[in-house]
Protein backbone atom coordinates (compact mmCIF):
# COMPACT_ATOMS: atom_id res chain seq x y z
CA UNK A 1 0.00 0.00 0.00
CA UNK A 2 1.37 3.62 -0.93
CA UNK A 3 2.91 5.96 2.09
CA UNK A 4 0.00 8.43 2.93
CA UNK A 5 1.13 11.92 3.16
CA UNK A 6 -2.34 13.02 3.61
CA UNK A 7 -1.60 14.33 6.53
CA UNK A 8 0.86 16.51 5.59
CA UNK A 9 -1.13 17.56 2.52
CA UNK A 10 -3.75 18.75 4.99
CA UNK A 11 -1.72 20.60 7.25
CA UNK A 12 0.01 22.76 4.37
CA UNK A 13 -3.33 23.62 3.00
CA UNK A 14 -4.54 24.99 6.93
CA UNK A 15 -1.08 26.86 7.57
CA UNK A 16 -1.55 30.41 7.78
CA UNK A 17 -0.18 30.99 4.15
CA UNK A 18 -2.61 29.36 2.86
CA UNK A 19 -5.07 31.65 4.52
CA UNK A 20 -3.20 35.23 5.08
CA UNK A 21 -5.84 38.11 5.35
CA UNK A 22 -3.82 39.66 2.52
CA UNK A 23 -5.40 36.68 0.51
CA UNK A 24 -8.63 37.55 2.25
CA UNK A 25 -8.30 41.21 1.24
CA UNK A 26 -7.66 40.17 -2.64
CA UNK A 27 -11.06 38.31 -2.92
CA UNK A 28 -13.20 40.23 -0.77
CA UNK A 29 -12.02 43.41 0.13
CA UNK A 30 -14.97 45.58 -1.40
CA UNK A 31 -13.74 49.32 -1.29
CA UNK A 32 -10.48 48.40 -1.56
CA UNK A 33 -8.16 49.32 -4.14
CA UNK A 34 -7.60 46.49 -6.36
CA UNK A 35 -5.92 47.99 -9.54
CA UNK A 36 -3.31 49.14 -6.83
CA UNK A 37 -3.32 45.91 -5.01
CA UNK A 38 -2.88 43.94 -8.28
CA UNK A 39 0.09 46.64 -9.41
CA UNK A 40 1.95 46.25 -6.27
CA UNK A 41 1.95 42.46 -6.12
CA UNK A 42 3.03 42.32 -10.18
CA UNK A 43 5.83 44.82 -9.02
CA UNK A 44 6.90 43.08 -5.92
CA UNK A 45 6.09 39.31 -7.07
CA UNK A 46 7.59 39.06 -10.39
CA UNK A 47 11.09 38.66 -8.53
CA UNK A 48 10.09 35.71 -7.38
CA UNK A 49 8.28 33.75 -9.69
CA UNK A 50 10.65 34.62 -12.85
CA UNK A 51 12.81 31.76 -11.31
CA UNK A 52 10.43 29.09 -11.11
CA UNK A 53 12.06 27.29 -12.83
CA UNK A 54 15.40 27.69 -11.43
CA UNK A 55 13.69 26.33 -8.37
CA UNK A 56 12.27 23.16 -10.36
CA UNK A 57 15.94 22.40 -11.73
CA UNK A 58 17.52 22.94 -8.98
CA UNK A 59 14.92 20.27 -6.83
CA UNK A 60 15.47 17.95 -10.22
CA UNK A 61 19.22 17.57 -9.91
CA UNK A 62 18.63 16.13 -6.07
CA UNK A 63 16.97 13.52 -7.35
CA UNK A 64 18.61 9.87 -8.37
CA UNK A 65 15.25 8.03 -9.76
CA UNK A 66 15.12 8.60 -13.25
CA UNK A 67 11.48 8.35 -13.22
CA UNK A 68 11.62 10.82 -10.83
CA UNK A 69 13.48 13.09 -12.72
CA UNK A 70 11.53 12.36 -16.34
CA UNK A 71 8.37 13.60 -13.97
CA UNK A 72 9.25 16.78 -13.20
CA UNK A 73 11.32 17.18 -16.03
CA UNK A 74 7.31 17.51 -17.64
CA UNK A 75 6.52 20.28 -15.30
CA UNK A 76 9.57 22.07 -16.29
CA UNK A 77 8.34 21.34 -19.78
CA UNK A 78 4.85 23.01 -19.21
CA UNK A 79 6.69 25.88 -17.65
CA UNK A 80 8.09 26.67 -20.91
CA UNK A 81 4.54 26.90 -22.54
CA UNK A 82 4.60 23.44 -24.31
CA UNK A 83 1.27 21.36 -23.57
CA UNK A 84 -0.70 18.04 -24.98
CA UNK A 85 -3.70 18.96 -26.67
CA UNK A 86 -5.74 16.67 -23.73
CA UNK A 87 -4.48 19.69 -21.64
CA UNK A 88 -5.29 22.27 -24.51
CA UNK A 89 -9.08 21.24 -24.14
CA UNK A 90 -8.84 21.18 -20.40
CA UNK A 91 -7.92 25.03 -20.64
CA UNK A 92 -9.99 25.20 -23.31
CA UNK A 93 -13.18 24.12 -21.08
CA UNK A 94 -12.33 27.29 -18.55
CA UNK A 95 -11.48 30.08 -21.29
CA UNK A 96 -8.02 29.74 -21.65
CA UNK A 97 -6.98 29.78 -25.16
CA UNK A 98 -4.54 28.63 -26.73
CA UNK A 99 -3.21 31.05 -28.75
CA UNK A 100 -2.70 33.12 -24.95
CA UNK A 101 -0.45 30.60 -23.14
CA UNK A 102 1.24 28.29 -26.32
CA UNK A 103 5.16 28.70 -26.59
CA UNK A 104 5.39 31.42 -24.08
CA UNK A 105 7.30 30.60 -20.75
CA UNK A 106 5.35 31.38 -17.70
CA UNK A 107 7.82 33.86 -16.21
CA UNK A 108 6.56 35.95 -19.64
CA UNK A 109 2.84 35.34 -18.94
CA UNK A 110 3.56 37.19 -15.55
CA UNK A 111 5.27 39.35 -17.54
CA UNK A 112 2.51 40.37 -19.23
CA UNK A 113 0.28 40.83 -16.27
CA UNK A 114 2.85 42.71 -15.00
CA UNK A 115 3.14 45.17 -17.46
CA UNK A 116 -0.86 45.65 -17.77
CA UNK A 117 -0.94 46.80 -14.84
CA UNK A 118 0.85 49.62 -15.95
CA UNK A 119 4.58 48.45 -14.72
CA UNK A 120 6.14 49.49 -18.22
CA UNK A 121 10.28 49.91 -16.66
CA UNK A 122 11.98 46.37 -18.00
CA UNK A 123 12.57 44.08 -14.08
CA UNK A 124 16.04 44.73 -12.54
CA UNK A 125 16.80 42.53 -9.81
CA UNK A 126 18.93 45.14 -7.70
CA UNK A 127 15.81 46.97 -7.42
CA UNK A 128 13.90 43.85 -5.39
CA UNK A 129 13.14 44.95 -2.20
CA UNK A 130 15.10 43.18 0.80
CA UNK A 131 12.00 41.12 1.86
CA UNK A 132 11.89 39.39 -1.60
CA UNK A 133 15.77 38.81 -1.70
CA UNK A 134 15.47 37.10 1.18
CA UNK A 135 12.43 35.30 0.37
CA UNK A 136 13.92 33.67 -2.81
CA UNK A 137 17.55 33.10 -1.29
CA UNK A 138 16.18 31.97 1.76
CA UNK A 139 13.99 29.14 -0.62
CA UNK A 140 17.00 28.42 -2.72
CA UNK A 141 18.79 27.15 0.09
CA UNK A 142 16.45 25.33 1.23
CA UNK A 143 16.40 23.51 -2.22
CA UNK A 144 19.93 23.62 -3.00
CA UNK A 145 21.30 22.62 0.63
CA UNK A 146 18.67 20.69 2.25
CA UNK A 147 18.34 16.74 1.69
CA UNK A 148 16.67 15.95 -1.21
CA UNK A 149 13.05 14.85 0.50
CA UNK A 150 13.74 18.36 1.93
CA UNK A 151 13.77 20.48 -1.08
CA UNK A 152 11.08 18.24 -2.51
CA UNK A 153 8.96 19.25 0.87
CA UNK A 154 9.41 22.47 0.69
CA UNK A 155 8.92 22.81 -3.72
CA UNK A 156 6.51 20.17 -3.64
CA UNK A 157 4.32 20.07 -0.59
CA UNK A 158 5.12 23.80 0.64
CA UNK A 159 4.63 25.18 -2.76
CA UNK A 160 2.85 23.48 -6.07
CA UNK A 161 0.86 21.66 -3.54
CA UNK A 162 -0.89 25.07 -2.24
CA UNK A 163 -0.66 27.31 -5.78
CA UNK A 164 -3.91 26.31 -7.25
CA UNK A 165 -5.96 27.44 -3.89
CA UNK A 166 -3.61 30.28 -3.29
CA UNK A 167 -4.26 32.20 -6.81
CA UNK A 168 -7.66 31.41 -6.31
CA UNK A 169 -7.90 34.93 -4.30
CA UNK A 170 -6.25 36.65 -7.19
CA UNK A 171 -8.95 35.64 -9.93
CA UNK A 172 -11.51 36.99 -8.02
CA UNK A 173 -9.56 39.90 -7.74
CA UNK A 174 -8.87 40.25 -11.52
CA UNK A 175 -12.67 39.38 -11.96
CA UNK A 176 -13.47 42.84 -10.20
CA UNK A 177 -10.56 44.80 -11.93
CA UNK A 178 -10.58 45.71 -16.03
CA UNK A 179 -7.68 43.97 -16.96
CA UNK A 180 -8.64 41.81 -19.76
CA UNK A 181 -8.40 37.41 -19.59
CA UNK A 182 -5.52 37.10 -22.06
CA UNK A 183 -3.68 39.95 -19.83
CA UNK A 184 -3.91 37.88 -17.00
CA UNK A 185 -4.06 34.29 -17.72
CA UNK A 186 -1.20 33.35 -15.55
CA UNK A 187 -3.32 33.25 -12.90
CA UNK A 188 -6.10 30.47 -13.96
CA UNK A 189 -4.18 28.57 -16.20
CA UNK A 190 -1.56 27.88 -12.46
CA UNK A 191 -4.64 26.73 -11.32
CA UNK A 192 -5.75 24.64 -13.90
CA UNK A 193 -2.27 22.70 -14.75
CA UNK A 194 -0.34 23.00 -11.64
CA UNK A 195 -3.04 19.96 -10.23
CA UNK A 196 -0.41 18.21 -12.91
CA UNK A 197 2.39 19.20 -11.28
CA UNK A 198 0.92 18.46 -7.64
CA UNK A 199 0.37 15.07 -8.56
CA UNK A 200 4.02 14.79 -9.75
CA UNK A 201 5.56 15.95 -6.63
CA UNK A 202 3.75 14.37 -4.18
CA UNK A 203 3.84 10.93 -5.81
CA UNK A 204 7.48 11.60 -5.77
CA UNK A 205 7.31 12.30 -2.16
CA UNK A 206 5.44 9.76 -1.25
CA UNK A 207 8.64 7.47 -1.83
CA UNK A 208 10.66 9.66 0.63
CA UNK A 209 8.06 9.09 3.16
CA UNK A 210 8.17 5.70 3.92
CA UNK A 211 10.78 6.06 6.97
CA UNK A 212 9.73 8.70 9.95
CA UNK A 213 12.90 10.55 9.55
CA UNK A 214 12.36 10.52 5.15
CA UNK A 215 8.89 12.18 6.24
CA UNK A 216 10.33 14.40 8.85
CA UNK A 217 12.65 15.97 6.10
CA UNK A 218 9.34 16.32 3.60
CA UNK A 219 7.80 18.31 6.33
CA UNK A 220 10.47 20.36 7.56
CA UNK A 221 10.57 21.45 3.89
CA UNK A 222 7.34 22.31 3.38
CA UNK A 223 7.16 23.94 6.80
CA UNK A 224 10.22 26.61 5.38
CA UNK A 225 8.21 27.20 2.40
CA UNK A 226 4.86 27.85 3.92
CA UNK A 227 6.75 30.15 6.94
CA UNK A 228 9.17 32.05 4.46
CA UNK A 229 5.81 32.69 1.93
CA UNK A 230 3.75 33.49 5.01
CA UNK A 231 6.17 36.55 6.15
CA UNK A 232 6.22 37.53 2.64
CA UNK A 233 2.55 37.72 2.96
CA UNK A 234 2.96 39.68 5.98
CA UNK A 235 5.00 42.29 3.92
CA UNK A 236 2.52 42.87 1.31
CA UNK A 237 -0.46 42.83 3.36
CA UNK A 238 1.46 45.60 5.72
CA UNK A 239 1.74 47.64 2.29
CA UNK A 240 -1.67 47.41 1.36
CA UNK A 241 -3.13 48.34 5.16
CA UNK A 242 -0.57 51.43 4.96
CA UNK A 243 -1.85 52.59 1.77
CA UNK A 244 -5.32 51.97 2.58
CA UNK A 245 -5.26 54.14 5.96
CA UNK A 246 -3.29 57.30 3.97
CA UNK A 247 -5.94 56.95 1.19
CA UNK A 248 -8.44 57.50 4.23
CA UNK A 249 -6.88 59.88 6.03
CA UNK A 250 -6.74 61.84 3.12
Partial sequence: MPVSITDLVEEALNHR??????????AEGEGADVDWLLRDFAENYYGYSINFPRYLTAVISRLEVPAHRASLLQNLTEESGVYDEDEYAELAAIGIERE???????????????EATGIVAPYAPE????ELVCWRESFLATLTFGSAAEALGALGLGTE???STIYGPFVKALARSSLAPRDTVFFPLHTAVDDHHQEALEEISR????TPAGKGELRKGMIKALSLRSAYWDWLYGRALSRFDHAEAA
Avoid at 17 to 26: I, Q
Avoid at 100 to 114: A, D, V
Avoid at 207 to 210: E, G, N, R, T
Fill in 207 to 210: SFAD
Fill in 17 to 26: AVNHPYLRLL
Fill in 127 to 130: NDAV
Fill in 100 to 114: WIEGIPHPLLFRRFR
Fill in 161 to 163: NIV
